[in-house]
């Protein structure tokens, strides 16, 4: 069923309002940088340092704000190291796998940032055959990832959604086996989709989905997508999903242009708001093909910045919501070769090796410069499994790893 806000593909090409370049807002400035008294030699307000920060057992709104803003190295250690222990009290030093296949580049939306969005006529689509999807989940069972995840673009014709459902379906059966006696975990990454639809994916056997916001900020969010696609629209998708039964992930992309840290720690809230179970986030990186990144060249420093405030949205989110489970992104390492290791440091728990056969992945561009583009499965499970390795962590095999978070009867908590 269509969503009366989804009109597939009738905007392609609409040209996004110009936007400025991130910065923090004045409000900020004005909390980070004290006034100083009239002969300049003592601060006027008491400004609470990180480590007082850090020693509190609830974040406040303003917390989250004061230490997303922190560029010092040794704040930022501080703070790595309190969200580290935060990861091993209350999930474990294991990291989980989830396979990835991005399964078709087919898109009927036109998101002012993607890559493969309806409106760049340059990319070549493809879409996977089910036996195909099914064959790369079968080598990922054998593997002992324990999970998958199918991605694509968005699609809601009958066709699609069909499709999606039969694959799932023949995934659980197919991959049961001693070590999974209920076949593999299966997350949907899909797109925005009707309350009946979620329920036929979960029905099949899926059993988590991933969502993303992107930013949580309406006037943000209507700079960055046509006027079609409502952060409305995307809430209440939300909101079904975790009626339908299903674990729901959503996640940002951290540094967008005029994106303030005000709006990054509201984010951080809107996910224990929406009782969010994985979180999926990482740096925006500009695409040349799209009309928000057409503009756009990262200086190094900018780059540098980015990754900072990604390791440092990971780390928040960690403190904040504890048991939820965090991916390191395949961005983080777009930005720096050891960014993935960065994000395990800094509180994530989670990767996802590249399934997806080569001869497509560079038909799936999201951002430019994905890694991992030219490599077979085998050597994408090698490369991460030293990874995982090199941080001190194990690797956790024939396991789902569902978020602690979402085993739990009751999540709400009442620190902010
Ligand atoms: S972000 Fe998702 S929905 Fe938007 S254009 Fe890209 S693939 Fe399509």
Redesign the pocket.
């Known amino acids: 069923m269509k969503l009366p806000t989804q009109r597939a593909g009738l905007l392609c090409g609409t040209p996004p309002k110009p936007v400025p370049p991130f910065r923090h807002s004045a409000k900020l400035r004005r909390k980070t940088i004290p006034p100083r008294s009239k002969n300049g030699a003592s601060w006027r307000r008491r400004v609470t340092s990180v480590p007082e920060i850090l020693a509190k057992r609830n974040l406040t709104r303003a917390d989250i704000i004061t230490l997303l803003a922190v560029r010092d190295i040794e704040d930022m250690e501080l703070i790595r190291k309190a969200a580290e222990q935060t990861l091993l009290k209350y999930c474990s030093d294991t990291v989980h796998w989830r396979g990835l296949i991005e399964f078709s580049n087919e ?1 009927r ?3 002012h ?2 890559g ?3 409106g760049n006529k340059s990319v070549k689509r493809y879409t996977l055959s089910e036996e195909e999807i099914v064959e790369a989940a079968k080598w990922c069972a054998t593997q002992g990832y324990g999970s998958v995840v199918l991605q694509s ?2 699609r809601n014709d009958e066709e699609s959604i069909s499709f999606v459902e039969r694959t799932v379906r023949r995934i659980k059966v197919e991959t049961v086996s001693k070590a999974l006696p209920l076949g593999l975990g299966i997350t949907l990454c899909v ?1 925005e989709q009707s309350p009946e639809t979620y329920r036929r994916f979960f029905e099949a056997g899926a059993h988590r989905y991933l969502l993303r916001i992107e930013t949580t900020n309406r006037k943000l969010f209507e700079s960055i997508h046509p006027p079609s696609q409502r952060l409305d629209t995307r809430l209440a998708c939300l909101r079904s999903l975790k009626e339908s039964g299903f674990q729901v992930g959503t996640g940002v992309m951290i540094g967008l242009p005029s994106q303030t840290i005000e709006m990054l720690a509201a984010d951080i809230l809107f996910f224990r708001e929406y009782d969010i179970d994985m979180i999926g986030m990482g740096p925006y990186i500009p695409h040349p093909d799209t009309p928000l990144g057409k503009n756009l060249k990262p200086t190094g420093t900018e780059t540098k910045n980015r990754l900072q405030l990604g390791l440092l949205m990971i780390a928040m989110t960690r403190l904040f919501l504890k048991n939820v489970n965090i991916a390191a992104t395949t961005a983080l390492q777009a930005l720096d070769p050891t960014g993935r290791e960065q994000g395990l440091l800094y509180g994530a728990n989670i990767l996802m090796p590249q399934l997806t056969p080569s001869e497509h992945r560079k038909d799936y561009l ?1 951002y430019p410069n994905k890694p991992c583009l030219g490599e077979d499965r085998s050597d994408c499970a090698e490369c991460l499994a030293a990874r995982i390795r090199s941080v001190g962590r194990k690797l956790g095999l024939n396991e789902w790893g569902d978020s602690r978070h979402s085993r739990k009867p009751d999540n709400k908590q009442s620190n902010c």
């Open positions: 898109c939306m036109n998101c940032y993607c493969i969005r309806c673009g968005e797109g999201l």
